[in-house]
């Protein structure tokens, strides 16, 4: 078998390949002997059926068919093993020469996951993971958490008396703008006075009232109204109190905590706060790490994408958008008015969020190559049982779940962790070892 590879831009290739008469002849043999399986010919067995009934047919077409199919994924295996090509999506395939004992020339077109040469990545690693922020959590965070967590687990008393700010209310509410009710609020709404993010005044004209009673009254929209069409606008609203409840907030003491789980008094509970505060920031300030050394590798390291790729995951990208803005109730239009951009304008900047995606997966799988990092059977095992079960959990059919995608999928995002994880090792490794060296004992002069 021979072949001749062209590298052509953005990630592709063309590939002229020719098989000899010789190794045609097992394909040749078993695609005859697949086609013709269940034919019977004029009442010739098929290891006996002669050319000469075959020539000119639908059967001759299909073992042409067949042995090309066949030659081509076996030498096309060998070919991208031995060149280390992963071929995307379907390859454009053209047929210059077959026929039976003569050889077999094929032309293949196809874009190729890129394999760029990553320069530099354990010194940008090491500026990077250096600029690691020290963290902290203060005595006045840690208070606030414990309020946030006293006020969601207070009780609501329903009272018959005037709205006043603190209070939780439900209403029904209707909007208009120009005389045109308009559909930017809820027609019925639930929360705490003075905290309900709507319009400025517009939640001191609740207080005051009571259940039952109803109100129409102005405001002035505010400029930066998401709305492009009616910021800034007069709208006019017609109020009715569905209910009044008052909020009464738990006792801070040691019950209280022993109530929330495994703590023995207020203490406990505060130190558990305040160790998962400070783990939450870790985990934010090593994304950001993370972010900006794939941002810096990507600016240090240019390559192309295969067109194909950056289609394919810019369109994931927006149907993901889509799906989270119908999740906030937010049409599509709408939410183009409120960022102030066309479709297009949208389109081109997720395309660009689509190619630094693309180049940080292939930096990071370039280097899990090059410093031979790949997660073991046990941790792909335990990472599927885990999302499994918590499909399970949900109440959704895991038969459903293509599990050899979902393999993959685990198996790269597994691999990218352990990648990160090597390059900030590289870091503490580097910095014990000076460590190491200060603590040396310097040696004294001699008399």
């Given amino acids: 078998m021979q072949h001749k590879i062209k590298y052509l831009p953005q990630s592709q290739i063309e590939l002229e390949v020719s098989l000899s008469d010789e190794e045609m002849k097992p ?23 002669p050319d000469e009934l075959i020539k000119n047919t639908d059967l001759e077409e299909k073992i042409f068919d067949e042995a090309a199919n066949q030659a081509f994924k076996q030498s096309i295996k ?130 005051g009232m009571k259940e039952g009673g109803e109100k129409e009254f102005k405001i002035k929209l505010p400029e930066d109204f998401f709305n492009e069409e009616i910021k800034g606008k007069e709208a006019k609203f017609q109020v009715k109190v569905l209910s009044v409840s008052e909020i009464k907030l738990p006792e801070l003491n040691d019950d209280w905590a022993k ?16 160790e998962g505060m400070i783990e939450e920031k870790q985990i934010k300030e090593r994304d950001r790490l993370r972010l900006l050394l794939l941002n810096k590798l990507i600016e240090e390291n240019e390559f192309e994408l295969p067109e194909i790729l950056v289609k394919s995951e810019t369109e994931n990208q927006m149907h993901s958008l889509e799906h989270f803005l119908q999740d906030q109730n937010l049409s599509f239009d709408d939410y183009l008015k409120k960022i102030k951009k066309t479709t297009k304008d949208l389109e081109d900047e997720v395309r660009k969020e689509a190619e630094k995606t693309l180049k940080g997966f292939i930096i990071l799988r370039t280097i899990a190559s090059l410093e031979n990092i790949v997660p073991n059977d046990n941790e792909i095992e335990k990472a599927m049982n885990d999302i499994l079960n918590q499909q399970v959990q949900r109440g959704e059919d895991i038969n459903q779940i293509d ?28 910095e014990e070892n000076n460590n190491n060296e200060n603590k040396k004992e310097i040696p004294k002069n001699k008399k």
């Fill in 78 to 207: 060998k070919i991208t093993e031995e060149l280390n090509l992963e071929l995307i999506g379907t390859p454009e395939i053209n047929i210059t020469k077959i026929a039976p004992d003569n050889e077999f020339v094929y032309i293949l077109k196809s874009a190729i996951l890129p394999h760029p040469e990553i320069k530099n990545y354990k010194e940008i690693s090491g500026e990077i993971f250096k600029k690691k922020n020290k963290l902290e959590v203060s005595e006045k965070e840690v208070e606030e958490a414990l309020k946030w967590l006293q006020k969601s687990r207070s009780s609501f008393n329903k009272v018959d008396r005037i709205i006043k700010k603190g209070d939780f209310v439900e209403l029904q509410i209707k909007a208009f703008v120009d005389d045109k009710e308009i559909k930017d609020f809820p027609e019925k709404d639930q929360f705490i006075i003075g905290e309900g993010g709507y319009p400025k005044d517009f939640e001191k004209q609740i207080e």
């Fill in 259 to 274: 109530s929330l789980g495994n703590f023995q008094n207020i203490k406990d509970l505060t130190d558990s706060i305040k």
């Fill in 403 to 430: 599990k050899e995608s979902l393999k993959e999928y685990i198996k790269e995002r597994l691999t990218s962790e352990k990648v990160f994880q090597y390059l900030e090792n590289l870091v503490k490794d580097s």
């Fill in 27 to 49: 394909f040749w043999k078993t695609a005859r002997n697949e086609v013709l399986e269940n034919v019977n010919l004029n009442g010739f067995r098929k290891s006996a059926i």
